[in-house]
């Protein structure tokens, strides 16, 4: 009976914490005809959020990837964006941006979805 018990505990932890590691996106609607590029859209939205002075700026040993320019971007497209700015965002260490970032700590809604649809489009450039 201990063991069932224990069982069942362990179980109900399992379950809320893996609730907890991961925020499911809601269905956004984009624009397959026109979807965000990253000189027009994304770009800014990349230096202010990402690429700025000791974090991913290309001059911080202790971040990875240089964020200042789309080629240098392109490294952390196979999975790691999609992973950390929308799979992991409610996470406070892991989701981008950090909740200890010395810029802003979290995107708003509509970055959120733009980088959605921009990852959905498999990051169009210009």
Same mark, same amino acid.
């Given at each position: 009976m201990k063991k069932i018990m224990f069982f069942g505990w362990v179980l109900i932890l399992v379950f809320i914490a893996c609730t907890r590691d991961s925020f499911i996106p809601t269905?956004?609607?984009c624009d397959e005809n026109? *979807?965000?590029t990253y000189d027009e859209t994304m770009q800014e939205i990349v230096d202010v959020n990402c690429a700025y002075s000791g974090c991913h700026d290309g001059a911080t040993p202790s971040v990875p990837g240089d964020y200042t320019s789309y080629s240098g971007m392109q490294i952390h497209?196979?999975?790691s964006i999609m992973d950390r700015v929308i799979n992991r965002t409610?996470? *406070?260490v892991l989701g981008m941006p950090p909740n200890n970032a010395a810029g802003p700590?979290?995107?708003s809604e509509d970055h959120m979805t733009l980088f959605t649809c921009w990852i959905?489009?498999?990051f169009p450039e210009n």
């Open positions: 269905a956004v609607d026109a *979807p965000p497209f196979g999975g409610e996470d *406070p700590t979290d995107l959905n489009a498999e």
